[in-house]
Each structure stands twice: as structure tokens, then as C-alpha cells.
């Protein structure tokens, strides 16, 4: 793992400029940046030495028929949502649907991912998209102090406050982990 030097941030490109529109700059200099690929959260929670559900996924599912969702009612159109979610914990796309009223919600396939977020999947970050899309974020990411998160490729990553994290998402708090019996 490095921590990448003052300039050179280690995140995507568009990512990097999202943080100073944001006015978070300075998180370029927290970014963390590792030779090997952190595609899956055991994966970046191994190499930073985190909890698993210490780490952000950012996962875009694709919802139809959703009132909530201006192009999801155009026939035959989906629209695409970005799902935030602990790294130990799995999304219950029946909660997703509720959440959205939607007749029907399934996992986004890697096109999508791109053309929607304008990042691959793996590296996704859960804001600095190239569209505007709805976001659901788990209420769990809220147990922990910080959270890690992509920072636009599947090598680098970046710790922030899950309350911050969310509001700069544009995030609505929703419970939509799958359940354990």
C-alpha cells in the first residue's frame, strides 16, 4: 500500500476533479493507492486492514416501473440506482424494490456501470458519476467511525466519515441489507 504523495492523487481522474468541485481536495492526499487490484471488499479490506464492513460498496442496480424514477416509467425503460452497502453485507433487491416502488430491480451489467457512473465496475466510487442517479444508501454504513471506498479505479481507495459520505452521495438512508435468519 502507498499513501500517494502530495499532486498526485492515485484516484481516476474525474473522481479527482469531483473531490475539488466538492471542495474535498484535500482527501486526495488520503487516498490510498496499492499495486495489486482491490476489486471486491475482502479484497481492499485485506490491503488497507479494515473490518470487511468497514468498507463503501457502490453497486448500480437497474429499477423499472418506479414512480420515484423518472425514466424507470418510460415502457420498457430502466433507470439506473447506485446501492451504497457495508462490504460484509449483501443488498436485498426485494428491499431495493420496495424502497423504490419499482415493479422490478436487477443487478446492473458492466456497460451500464460504465456508461452510468463513467467508471468500471470494481471502482466505482459513490459520487463523482458521470450521470446523476438516484442513491440508496444502507443504514449500517452509519456503525462505523470511518469508511473506505473506491476512488474511481480498482486500485486506489479513500477513508471518509459515513455521514459525509453519504450526504456528498446525495444518499437516502434506507434498510435494504438481506436479511440473516
Request: with cysteine; glycine share 10%.
Amino acid at each position: 500500500m502507498t499513501t500517494t504523495p502530495a499532486g498526485e492523487s492515485g484516484a481516476h481522474p474525474r473522481f479527482a476533479a469531483a473531490l475539488e468541485e466538492l471542495g474535498l481536495g484535500e482527501l486526495s492526499t488520503r487516498i490510498r493507492r496499492f499495486p495489486d487490484a482491490t476489486r471486491t471488499a475482502a479484497e481492499a479490506a485485506a490491503a488497507i486492514g479494515c473490518e470487511l464492513s468497514e468498507i463503501c460498496k457502490s453497486l448500480v442496480f437497474v429499477a423499472w416501473g418506479s414512480p420515484l424514477l423518472e425514466r424507470s416509467r418510460e415502457l420498457g425503460g430502466g433507470e439506473p440506482v447506485l446501492v451504497l452497502m457495508d462490504g460484509a453485507s449483501r443488498v436485498d433487491v426485494a428491499r431495493v424494490r420496495e424502497e423504490l416502488g419499482a415493479e422490478k430491480v436487477t443487478r446492473a451489467k458492466p456497460d451500464v456501470v460504465r456508461e452510468t457512473t463513467g467508471y468500471a465496475i470494481g471502482g466505482v466510487p459513490p459520487f463523482g458519476h458521470r450521470t446523476r442517479t438516484r442513491v440508496l444508501a444502507d443504514r449500517a454504513l452509519l456503525d462505523h467511525d470511518t469508511v473506505w471506498a473506491a476512488a474511481g479505479t480498482p486500485h486506489a481507495v479513500f477513508p471518509m466519515d459515513p455521514k459525509s459520505l453519504i450526504a456528498h452521495a446525495g444518499g437516502t438512508l434506507v434498510d435494504v441489507c438481506e436479511q440473516t435468519s
